[in-house]
């Protein structure tokens, strides 16, 4: 079916649609994130009075650059929320959970916990029952209703909340790339979401849908200090790009994102559907770009898949718990050591590795 007649979208699309970009590095990003945020208008966004969910993005429990949130992103957006107004006490952070990947492992190894306790924000993880709420989107969400059972529920107070997106540059296999959206979609519909895997495109409509419904104030930031390219959100080739970006617009920085790695975004088949169907803003020339120009840094990335990453993207998608756990643990085994693990090596001679040393719990 036509994604075009799932919705009828009321509004004038965001023509104004603001993305903010800065150039970064590990000495001064801290104090980048709040000037990205001022630039991005996350104050006109947000609701101060209301809580505020940070959405870490958790691709993997193991580190690697690009593929998860960093901890200077979740540390970085936290301190600039506050630094703006909004209450110390009001803002938690969601850790998505899926098939395979080991929520408490990957706090640790990507160094979540001492980013959130500088601020005495605690992570949850809402995976259980107990830890969500049943939600009745405006519009027809088919794919996801089928997929989830026509039982469609989100994270405990999130409706009505503040929702702050924490994606990393990165290309993935079956998306191109995978930004604000993907990480909107891993953190409303946590460790059932491998279900709509199959109709990847249509679940990311919904998922903007349902996000715009649930959370007005909704807001991405998104960390570029290294970007991953290739079979993506796992299997990448991090290479430091040294920049982060920020916009109350997902589509829009998702976009932008895509450009930045030599994509058309409007060549992306849900980003076009997204436009189209006035879910943000995914063209280039209709959105403004605010900071730092990125001119001498453009990108030419590609998703492209080989033969066996082929077929482990078929796992991944089956909509099986137990084929996307072999998946993961095919990544774990065969993957992390013998290619991700020198593929580092460039992030381990940087100032970057310093800064993520700096958030290991010592003892």
């Known amino acids: ?52 969910f940070t959405a870490i993005d958790m691709s993997w429990h193991n580190h690697s650059p690009a593929c998860s949130s960093s901890p200077w992103q979740l540390d970085g957006v936290i301190g ?18 899926s098939a395979g990947i080991h929520k408490h492992f990957g706090e640790i190894l990507n160094r979540f916990q001492l980013a959130a306790k500088k601020h005495d924000v ?6 259980s029952d107990t830890q969500r709420t049943a939600f009745t989107p405006k519009n027809a969400t088919p794919t996801l209703s089928k997929a989830l059972n026509n039982s469609i529920s989100l994270p405990e107070g999130l409706a009505g909340a503040n929702l702050v997106l924490l994606p990393t540059m990165k290309t993935h296999s079956a998306l191109s790339i995978a930004g604000a959206t993907y990480t909107a979609f891993n953190t409303l519909f946590g460790k059932e979401r491998h279900r709509a895997l199959g109709s990847f495109d249509d679940a990311l409509l919904e998922t903007l849908a349902i996000t715009k419904d649930a959370c007005p104030g909704t807001f991405a930031v998104m960390d570029a200090s290294f970007s991953g390219d290739g079979a993506g959100p796992r299997r990448l080739m991090p290479r430091e790009t040294g920049f982060i970006l920020a916009s109350a617009d997902p589509l829009a920085l998702d976009a932008v994102a ?3 790695m030599g994509f058309d975004p409007l060549s992306i088949s849900w980003i076009a559907q997204a436009h189209a169907l ?7 020339s ?14 030419s990335y590609s998703a492209q898949s080989s033969a066996l990453e082929s077929v482990l993207w078929k796992l991944e998608s089956s909509g099986s718990p137990l084929l996307n756990r072999l998946a993961v643990l095919f990544d774990d085994l065969f993957w992390y050591v013998p290619v991700a693990e020198k593929r ?15 958030y290991r719990k010592s003892g």
């Not at 605690?122 to 995976?127: D, K, L, N, Q």
């Not at 006035?278 to 280039?284: A, E, R, S, T, W």
Request: glycine fraction near 10%; charged fraction near 25%.
């Open 286 to 299: 209709l959105i403004e770009i605010v900071g730092d120009s990125w001119e001498g840094h453009e990108l």
């Open 80 to 97: 600039a929320l506050i630094d703006s107004g909004i209450s110390a006490g009001s803002v938690r952070a969601l850790l998505n959970e």
């Open 122 to 127: 605690v992570i949850s993880h809402p995976g």
């Open 278 to 284: 006035k879910l943000g803003c995914g063209d280039p």
């Open 1 to 52: 079916m036509n994604a075009q007649k799932l919705f009828e979208q009321k509004g004038l699309m965001l023509s104004n649609s603001k993305v903010a970009c800065i150039k970064t590095s590990p000495e001064t990003v801290h104090g980048d994130y709040i000037r990205l945020l001022e630039l991005a208008g996350s104050t006109e966004a947000l609701d101060s009075t209301k809580e505020t």
């Open 344 to 358: 580092m090596k460039p992030f381990k001679k940087s100032g970057w590795f310093k800064l993520f040393e700096s």
């Open 258 to 260: 895509a450009t930045m």
